[in-house]
């Protein structure tokens, strides 16, 4: 029998005992998550650094940050997502209970990605931890350091038999895929999505698959193209462009070519001084207290740490030299990007070195969509710019290929955002900026068609990884109301079953009336009372 045999095996008994029925004992283990994440932040932080070249601040914004808001909304609502949630009745079910039960589905495999080893991989853990599941977790091999830590420290947080640690590479996935599941969560490239898929479909276990694709990103030549720019480069170079969510490429006119290239260029070295200035004008930090970009904070000296000790600049005139400048995660993935530059014309950027795995954050111009990086998703810090000659081409262009995990569009229009949006399909749209959409736990994150199946984050995560059953309590009491489902069957039964069964009962409308009802007659009664005295 393999390890990772051994491991399932030991989920699913752990899972049986129904200890995670118990909402405390699950809330103790999302709190036990939590603990992990803050005693353990410098951990974490070293082995990302290892890993992706990322800065401990860039970690604890990027991958941490996230995290606790997600563990602490589960702990904050768990018992309001898993209490039963009423239904509108008909006529037949009137008097009876009908509502949905939340439940658990049972051991979950949960195949993490290696760009954002700890975000991408805990996050879903928070959800299935919420829903009263067993998890096991396979992170990517890829960011080995991160894997290695996670693989050490986690079990002394978590009961290591209900959320185990499986590490290793290809065979290792390939033999846990061959378990059966009953559910699996996988964050990664279709082509795995699609292996990941095939073996599911062996136990009839559903999935849910965070892919990703190329991201469109229009830019209308009326907007305001400094900060659309500045916004841009944000989104597309954080994390050195290895983002499921980053802009894939730019499409916009070609009058504004030029313009978007000097802008680019100039926001990678652009103070983030001006930047608030920009946003705010001329602010006092006490104006700011709050809000940094799209991230919010909840005390004052967070804020005041972020605007003190934040760099002038993006990456500088050198973002090799700059810390939060980060890497290609290996040389296998080096050599790929840099060949996706093959063919096109260098307008920013372009500077490489394999030995460090660094590329500068690099803008491609004159870009058709025969060119190479064209042929597939760059997850790297190239952005080409594809010109149109209108919003009716770039949308025709969107439509043409796989739905993107995200669509972006810049522009001060909002009958042009309306139009994207109803002539496209993505997992999401996104307007005016990148990437900030995945903060918002309310918002379910998923792709569509290509880019993926199934959504996370926030509730939306407790109930992907949930069985909503279905619940109806009848008496043995009312015989006579179903004699009309009884054979014989007949026209005048089958016409009473149609007005029960048809009419749609408004539960709330219904307690209303009963209450009007209930105070008419009681001011019809004290009337006549008072009437009687006179």
């Not at 018992?79 to 658990?104: F, G, H, S």
Request: with cysteine; proline share 4%; charged share 25%.
């Amino acid at each position: 029998m393999s390890r990772e045999q051994l491991v399932v095996q030991r989920a699913r008994k752990s899972f049986q005992t129904g200890n995670t029925r118990r909402l405390e004992y699950r809330i103790h283990q999302l709190k036990g998550l939590l603990r992990f994440i803050t005693e353990r932040r410098k951990d974490i932080a070293d082995s990302v650094k290892r890993d992706l070249g990322k800065s401990e601040h860039a970690t604890d914004l990027f991958e941490t940050l996230g995290l606790e808001g997600e563990i602490k909304l589960a702990i904050e609502k768990l018992a309001e997502w898993a209490a039963p949630r009423p239904v509108e009745k008909n006529l037949l079910t009137l008097l009876d209970e009908v509502y949905i039960q939340p439940e658990p589905l049972g051991v979950v495999l949960i195949i993490g990605a290696w760009n954002y080893p700890w975000a991408i991989t805990l996050q879903p853990l928070v959800g299935a931890i919420a829903a009263g599941n067993a998890a096991v977790i396979k992170p990517s091999e890829v960011s080995s350091h991160s894997a290695t830590v996670m693989e050490e420290l986690l079990p002394q947080y978590l009961d290591k038999d209900l959320y185990p640690v499986v590490t290793g590479g290809v065979s290792e996935t390939q033999e846990l895929l061959k378990q059966r599941f009953d559910h699996i969560f996988y964050t990664g490239n279709s082509t795995v999505g699609k292996l990941v898929m095939g073996a599911a479909a062996r136990h009839l276990t559903p999935v849910t698959l965070e892919l990703g694709g190329k991201s469109p990103c229009y830019i209308d030549k009326n907007c305001d193209l400094t900060i659309a720019c500045r916004r841009i480069t944000w989104g597309k170079f954080v994390n050195c462009g290895q983002t499921c969510i980053a802009p894939d490429y730019i499409l916009c006119e070609p009058s504004i070519q030029d313009r978007v290239v000097e802008e680019i260029k100039k926001s990678i070295k652009v103070g983030l001084t001006s930047m608030f200035r920009t946003v705010f004008g001329n602010f006092t930090q006490k104006k700011c207290i709050g809000v940094y970009g799209q991230f919010y904070f909840q005390s004052e000296e967070t804020l005041i740490y972020v605007l003190c000790n934040t760099s002038q600049e993006f990456y500088t005139d050198n973002p090799k030299t700059f810390e939060d400048y980060g890497r290609i995660i290996n040389q296998r993935h080096f050599k790929r990007v840099m060949a996706l530059m093959e063919g096109s014309t260098v307008a920013v950027g372009g500077e490489s070195d394999e030995s460090q795995c660094y590329i500068a954050p690099t803008v491609l111009k004159d870009v058709t969509e025969t060119s190479k990086v064209m042929k597939e998703e760059i997850f790297g810090p190239l952005l080409p710019i594809i010109t149109v000659s209108n919003v009716d081409e770039a949308i025709q262009f969107i439509n043409e290929r796989e739905k993107p995990l995200v669509v972006y569009v810049f522009t001060h229009d909002n009958k042009l955002i309306k139009r994207v949006r109803a002539e496209t399909s993505s997992g999401a749209l996104l307007a005016n900026d990148c990437l900030v959409h995945f903060t918002v736990s309310a918002l379910p994150f998923g792709g569509v068609g290509n880019s993926g199946t199934g959504c996370y984050h926030g509730k939306h995560s407790f109930d992907q990884l949930s069985h909503l059953r279905s619940c109806l309590i009848k008496q043995l009491k009312l015989e006579g109301v179903n004699s009309m489902r009884y054979p014989p069957h007949t026209a005048k039964k089958l016409s009473w079953a149609r007005f029960f069964l048809l009419k749609q009962v408004n539960m709330c409308r219904l307690r209303r009336m009963a209450l009007l009802a209930i105070f008419t007659g009681l001011a019809a009664f004290l009337v006549q009372r008072f009437l009687r005295r006179g």
